[in-house]
């Protein structure tokens, strides 16, 4: 059974940038699809990014162009980039793959 662990939430300031990772084991991690949710104050976990096994990728309309998701298979991690962090960035995030949720990072994007 794959489990995914996140990390990398922090307190930034708007305009900021962060990267937040999460790192699977437990199967072959170079064909998982990885995917980022979030979940903001008072909202329901939403679809954030994912990336293939093959590299392929999809965003959410409301993170495109800010949001960057990549993937280092030796680490057996994918990142999400974050630039230009605004206040309703705000969440925490979460990692998934084959059904199997992490624990979440939390990000807070405040002055």
């Known amino acids: 059974q794959v489990q995914v662990v996140e990390s990398g939430g922090a307190l930034v300031q708007p305009g900021g940038s962060l990267r937040l990772s999460c790192t699977a084991s437990g199967s072959i991690f170079s064909v998982l699809r990885m995917d980022w949710y979030r979940q903001r104050p008072g909202s329901q976990r939403e679809f954030v990014a994912l990336?293939?096994?093959?590299?392929?990728?999809m965003y959410a309309d409301s993170v495109k162009g800010r949001f960057t998701i990549s993937r280092d298979n030796a680490k057996r991690t994918v990142y999400l980039s974050i630039n230009s962090l605004k206040p309703e960035d705000t969440a925490v995030y979460y990692c998934?793959?084959?059904?199997?949720w992490g624990q979440g990072t939390q990000v807070t994007v405040s002055s």
């Open positions: 998934k793959t084959q059904d199997q």
């Open positions: 990336i293939t096994g093959a590299n392929f990728t």
